[in-house]
């Protein structure tokens, strides 16, 4: 019988375009060579333009799916989507806390790519205080970075935040690493860098892409995950679902009127190719 490959538990929404939640997880998981055990949160109503409806599924339900699985096998590795509720993010919470060997990435969904609120004030507190403690390692693009820094903050707005800063705030709240990638930022390259307790770790330049991009969040952690499920070392692995997820933007599709959808499956597009040859 053969060796079973590593084994990530994703906490996420379902998203029936199939560009970003759930959807994205169990592609990128199973595209970087681990088996994907998908944990649903919520239900929701969205296309590729935005997400209209937001479903939360009782916090019980949550911690059954995801204590049944635990029970039955091992997890190399937990990532964290959209969540849903504070009574979820307190479920949650209490479940990881059981494993604290196992590398917990967190992929703080605040809004969706057109703006749609997806995290209320409660929820962000519930994040704060109860998640990002137990974190190893943490990826918010810079929007997020800077809300979560400054929600506490009365006195800046969080637009006024470096982004070092904000690194220094989310490692002070218990993360133990903090990712902070610049799609949002004015810059002709997209730069990513990694911040420790000591500091700035790596940083990465990227070429920009031209469009927008649904789900690309959800592929960035979600492949950083199954690397470190892998048996990479955080460094390495940040680098690796870098690459990865870069390659599936620029290889992505438009199947709608909204973003593009990054191509998880990018690397078999040779063997559609073959397909399209016999076919013709």
């Given at each position: 019988m053969l060796q079973p490959p590593p084994n990530v538990l994703s906490f996420a929404a379902n998203d029936p375009s199939g560009g970003a939640g759930i959807q994205a997880d169990l592609l990128t998981i199973a595209s970087m060579g681990c088996h994907p055990l998908p944990v649903i949160t919520a239900i929701t109503v969205q296309d590729t333009t935005g997400v209209e409806e937001v479903l939360p599924l009782d916090a019980e339900w949550i911690e059954n799916q995801a204590r049944t699985i635990l029970e039955d096998m091992p997890v190399h590795a937990f990532k964290l989507g959209l969540l849903g509720s504070v009574e979820i993010i307190a479920a949650i919470a209490e479940i990881v806390s059981d494993y604290p060997e196992i590398p917990l990435i967190m992929d703080p969904v605040l809004t969706s790519g057109r703006g749609d609120?997806?995290?209320?004030?409660?929820?962000?507190?519930?994040?704060?205080?109860l998640l990002l403690p137990q974190v190893t390692l943490l990826t918010p693009n810079s929007l997020e970075a800077r809300r979560l820094a400054a929600f506490?903050?009365?006195?800046?707005?969080?637009?006024?935040?470096?982004?070092?800063?904000?690194?220094?705030?989310?490692?002070?709240?218990?993360?133990?690493?903090?990712?902070?990638?610049?799609?949002?930022?004015?810059?002709?390259?997209?730069?990513?860098?990694?911040?420790g307790v000591?500091?700035?770790?790596?940083?990465?330049?990227?070429?920009?892409?031209?469009?927008?991009?649904?789900?690309?969040?959800?592929?960035?952690?979600?492949?950083?995950a199954a690397s470190m499920a892998n048996g990479l070392a955080v460094n390495e692995s940040v680098y690796a679902g870098q690459k990865y997820t870069w390659q599936t933007l620029n290889a992505s599709f438009r199947p709608g009127m909204?973003?593009?959808?990054?191509?998880?499956?990018?690397?078999?597009?040779?063997?559609n190719s073959i397909v399209s040859k016999k076919k013709s």
């Open positions: 609120e997806l995290a209320s004030d409660d929820m962000i507190d519930a994040m704060c205080g506490d903050d009365e006195d800046n707005s969080p637009d006024t935040l470096p982004l070092d800063e904000c690194a220094h705030r989310l490692l002070d709240m218990g993360c133990e690493y903090v990712l902070i990638t610049g799609t949002h930022e004015n810059t002709t390259d997209v730069t990513n860098t990694l911040f000591d500091g700035r770790v790596r940083s990465d330049e990227w070429k920009r892409l031209p469009g927008s991009y649904h789900g690309s969040g959800c592929t960035l952690a979600s492949a950083i909204g973003q593009h959808i990054p191509n998880r499956l990018f690397w078999a597009d040779f063997a």
